[in-house]
């Protein structure tokens, strides 16, 4: 089975809405965009074999669902087609990330369960976890710099400033709060943030240099 088949097969099993053959054209025409895509982010993420492609593999296959779903969507605007690939990306690997939402050209999924996508300003190089949540409240949304890595069962939601390089240990919820870069925040004592700087080495057990 072609990749082209598998994916309209895992969105006619999630959404049977008969428009087969319009999904399969719409795949058809972008699935090759996506694919570059994935192929200089997998090459970029050093847990991942370079030039290997695996949609079994949970992380790999939701970024790509994304990559193809806002690629259908940027170039031609069909929402219906990455209404369901979002979809299928939401059932199949319980992540949340509309094909609207800007992610950057690399960005690393230690697994995918849970984790929330909203609207925000991501910068390049990012690590996420599973249980992860980020996104605006009201009108506040966060800016999210390079190289940030954001541990399991985590939040920046509002109006936050997440330096370069920083992190955002387990557990830690940054409301409406600054994190400097190259900091590592975590919850006080207090119920407020506490920080520490982060490893030198740390994004070199997630990026290839």
């Not at 939701?62 to 990455?82: E, R, V």
């Not at 109006?159 to 390089?165: A, E, L, M, P, T």
């Not at 920083?166 to 943030?193: E, F, K």
């Amino acid at each position: 089975m072609s990749l082209i088949e598998y994916v309209t097969a895992q969105c006619n099993h999630v959404v049977p809405d008969g428009r087969e053959s319009a999904l399969r054209s719409a795949v058809n025409a972008h699935i090759d965009d996506a694919l570059a895509r994935m192929h200089f982010c997998i090459n970029a993420c050093a847990p991942w074999r370079a030039d290997q492609f695996n949609v079994m593999q949970s992380s790999q296959h939701s970024i790509f669902l994304y990559f193809l779903s806002n690629s259908i969507f940027k170039t031609s605007g069909n929402a219906d087609a990455a209404t369901r690939l979002f979809l299928v990306n939401k059932a199949f690997n319980g992540i949340d990330l509309f094909y609207e939402i800007a992610m950057p050209p690399i960005f690393y999924i230690g697994h995918t369960v849970g984790i929330v996508l909203a609207k925000a300003t991501y910068g390049n190089r990012l690590v996420i976890y599973q249980n992860v949540t980020i996104g605006r409240h009201k009108d506040r949304s966060p800016l999210i710099g390079d190289g940030v890595v954001v541990y399991p069962n985590s939040a920046i939601i509002g109006r936050c400033d997440i330096g370069d390089g920083a992190v955002v240990s387990q557990g830690t919820s940054v409301l409406d709060a600054n994190v400097p870069s190259h900091r590592l925040a975590s919850t006080g004592t207090s119920g407020g943030l506490s920080f520490r700087d982060t490893p030198t080495d740390l994004l070199s057990e997630y990026f290839r240099s």
